[in-house]
């Protein structure tokens, strides 16, 4: 079965620096998809960026990338020039070839300004 | 934008009765989920649907539970029997596509809040 682990309960950055999320999974699928959400206080998830496993390039959007490490099963986000609007908290997800999505338990951002 | 809705955004009920939580998922989607966070913990997956019947659900989705696309819009989970401890959010999510069509990401609904009391 799929695990993702977040192994940073909380994290906490000043605002305009940059932060970086880790996140590692385990899979003995090939095809799959890895996804950022940030759930904020009002609790919906929004998807913050997507990497598909078959691309060696890392996905980026905007302030948010990602280093996508497939043979180490790694999975971080790098959040640049961090904003107050930026705390949340983040999960980092796996999508298996089924459709489902499997989350981590999570990392609590805060932003200090 | 498309987006995906649920219906209420908070229900309080009394344990032991039934509830049913609603979601309209984005039109052209396929592929429906509901997905469960009890406060302070992480998102569950409860169950997936296509093609009017369930593909898959979590050892959580017990005989409490069920699903349903009654009309060509609305997928609802129904709890039989509430219990204290189905307090949570509940996500419906919908996508495209799944297997090696993985072309989109699933898009979540705003969550519909259950107090159970």
């Known amino acids: 079965a799929q695990t993702v682990t977040q192994s940073q309960p909380e994290m906490s950055v000043q605002e305009a620096e940059t932060v970086t999320l880790s996140c590692t999974y385990d899979t003995s699928e090939s095809d799959y998809y890895l996804f950022w959400y940030k759930q904020p206080p009002s609790r919906q998830m929004i998807l913050v960026i997507r990497q598909e496993a078959y691309k060696q390039q890392n996905a980026t959007e905007n302030r948010f990338s990602v280093n996508f490490q497939k043979a180490a099963k790694s999975f971080s986000l790098k959040i640049s020039d961090s904003q107050l609007g930026d705390a949340a908290m983040y999960f980092c997800?796996?999508?298996?070839?089924?459709?489902?999505?499997?989350f981590g338990k999570g990392t609590r951002l805060h932003i200090l300004p | 934008e498309p987006e995906v809705t649920q219906t209420p955004s908070h229900q309080v009920t009394q344990m032991g009765q039934e509830v049913i939580l609603r979601c309209v998922p984005i039109s052209n989607h396929l592929y429906f989920y509901w997905y469960r966070q009890i406060l302070g913990q992480k998102v569950e997956f409860l169950v997936s649907?296509?093609?009017?019947?369930?593909?898959?659900k979590s050892e959580i989705f017990d005989d409490q539970f069920s699903v349903e696309r009654p009309d060509g819009s609305n997928f609802t989970l129904k709890i039989r029997s509430t219990k204290l401890e189905d307090s949570a959010m509940y996500f419906c999510?919908?996508?495209?596509?799944?297997?090696?069509?993985?072309?989109?990401?699933?898009?979540f609904g705003q969550g519909t809040r259950l107090t159970v009391v």
């Open positions: 649907f296509y093609n009017n019947e369930i593909s898959e």
């Open positions: 997800a796996y999508r298996s070839a089924m459709g489902k999505i499997i």
């Open positions: 999510a919908s996508t495209v596509s799944r297997g090696r069509r993985l072309n989109t990401e699933a898009f």
